[in-house]
Nanobody, 113 residues
Framework: QVQLVESGGGLVQPGGSLRLSCAAA????????MGWYRQAPGKQREMVAT???????SYAGSFKGRFTISRDSAKNTVYLQMNSLKTEDTAVYYCHLLGSAFWGQGTQVTVSS
């Protein structure tokens, strides 16, 4: 069993930054690519960014240049650095082990003045 625990969400003003963390408990973290997803109220969950075990990253188009995903396999943790936040970035952000059924519980990010 794998547990994914997100943290780092909160309230931030437009233009601000937040860094999300996802700590994984369990021994299967290392072989999996990891991803950050988000779900805004009334909308479907969407992919934000992914990172492979080798550290290769990919981003959905609207996030590239503002968000940065990274991972520290030694700490079993994946990060999402979010800069230049906009009100439309308000959502619950989830981490996910790609190709598995494991998701975190989500962390709320609210961008508002």
């Amino acid at each position: 069993q794998v547990q994914l625990v997100e943290s780092g969400g909160g309230l931030v003003q437009p233009g601000g930054s937040l860094r999300l963390s996802c700590a994984a408990a369990g021994s299967i973290f290392s072989p999996y690519a990891m991803g950050w997803y988000r779900q805004a109220p009334g909308k479907q969950r969407e992919m934000v960014a992914t990172v492979t075990t080798a550290g290769s990253t990919s981003y959905a188009g609207s996030f590239k240049g503002r968000f940065t995903i990274s991972r520290d396999s030694a700490k079993n943790t994946v990060y999402l650095q979010m800069n230049s936040l906009k009100t439309e970035d308000t959502a619950v952000y989830y981490c996910h082990l790609l190709g598995s059924a494991f998701w975190g519980q989500g962390t709320q990010v609210t961008v508002s003045s």
